[in-house]
């Protein structure tokens, strides 16, 4: 994914999703709010991913071993512990002008940092191919704050770049 083709889903490798996760609610489990997630070459106004970026593949294990006394090392375990998945990645925010650059900031951190009382949860949707069903969707949350890696301050720039680490408590996919 380091060059997204234009022609392939429409030049988005990732779609950013607020899904309703309230189950007393009419709309729980639809998606309230879409956002592609272009490729590191998009021009214009919207989010890109960056290049550079990790966890998105295998799920960490962590072998179970059971020492015992005067053992020597462990036993290992039939069964391995399959831990939560942390993600990492960079992410642009851009804009052509001041205004459409605050838009699609704003967008942003309204699902990935919903008002307080609502789960903090959204999902990711990576396409891995060109068929229909060829993408695999992730729930994650923001694991710690972001870094923000700014280089000139508000209204004198269309970009920002954000550095994120993810959660994802079920690391399956």
Not at 32 to 39: D, E
Not at 56 to 63: D, L
Not at 64 to 75: C, F, I, K, L, W
Request: net charge negative.
């Amino acid at each position: 994914m380091n060059n997204c083709d234009p022609d392939f889903n429409g030049g988005y490798p990732v779609l950013l999703i607020m899904r309703d996760f309230d189950p007393t609610s009419p709309t729980f489990e639809e998606d309230i709010v879409t956002v592609p997630i272009f490729g590191p070459d998009f021009v214009g106004q919207g989010i890109s991913l960056l290049e550079g970026y990790s966890g998105v593949y295998h799920a960490p294990i962590t072998p179970v071993r059971d020492p015992h006394a005067y053992q020597a090392g462990s036993t290992p375990s039939d069964y391995t512990r399959v831990e939560e998945r942390i993600l990492d990645c960079d992410i642009g925010v851009q804009g052509r002008n001041w205004a459409e650059f605050v838009q699609v900031e704003t967008l942003l951190w309204k699902i990935m940092k919903p008002p307080k009382g609502k789960r903090p949860d959204f999902v990711l949707r990576f396409y891995f191919g060109p068929g229909e069903d060829d993408w695999r969707e992730i729930t994650v949350r923001l694991e710690r704050t972001p870094k923000d890696l700014f280089s000139r301050g508000p209204g004198l720039t269309t970009k920002y770049k954000w550095s994120l680490t993810l959660l994802a408590c079920d690391p399956y996919w």
